[in-house]
């Protein structure tokens, strides 16, 4: 089972197990991560899952696709790093994969 580390806006950690295939959203609100608000459920139609991809992770999880760019223009205080977090599915390739919580959503 791959890993995932979210970093709330406090700076605190969260150490996660993540089943391949389940996103970096639904693992966060499953363990209560706080600032992950996730209103439209995981269907990319807000930005109130909003992350910053640690930068040494960017190039393995990619760049948001043009639905996700389009969602990502409502986001609070977006940076090349940003991605929604309903947008990134965990697998081993990802196994290590840390994002923080902006310090607020939109």
Same mark, same amino acid.
């Given at each position: 089972? #791959?890993?995932?580390? $979210?970093?709330?806006?406090?700076?605190?950690?969260?150490?996660? %197990?993540?089943?391949?295939?389940?996103?970096?959203? =639904?693992? @966060?609100?499953?363990?209560?991560? #706080? /600032?992950?608000?996730?209103? &439209?459920?995981?269907?990319?139609? &807000? @930005?109130? &899952?909003?992350?910053?991809? =640690? #930068?040494?992770?960017? =190039?393995?999880? /990619?760049?948001?696709? $043009?639905? %996700?760019?389009?969602?990502?223009?409502?986001?609070?205080?977006?940076?090349?790093?940003?991605?929604?977090? &309903?947008?990134?599915?965990?697998?081993?390739?990802?196994?290590?994969?840390?994002?923080? $919580? #902006? =310090?607020?959503?939109?």
């Amino acid at each position: 089972m #791959p890993k995932l580390k $979210v970093i709330a806006f406090d700076g605190t950690e969260f150490d996660l %197990e993540a089943e391949s295939g389940s996103t970096v959203m =639904e693992n @966060a609100i499953k363990n209560a991560v #706080p /600032g992950i608000e996730a209103e &439209c459920g995981g269907a990319c139609a &807000c @930005a109130t &899952c909003h992350v910053y991809v =640690e #930068p040494a992770w960017s =190039e393995k999880v /990619g760049q948001p696709d $043009v639905m %996700e760019e389009d969602m990502l223009d409502f986001a609070y205080e977006t940076k090349p790093n940003s991605r929604l977090s &309903c947008q990134i599915k965990m697998s081993d390739e990802l196994d290590g994969l840390i994002v923080r $919580v #902006p =310090e607020q959503q939109a």
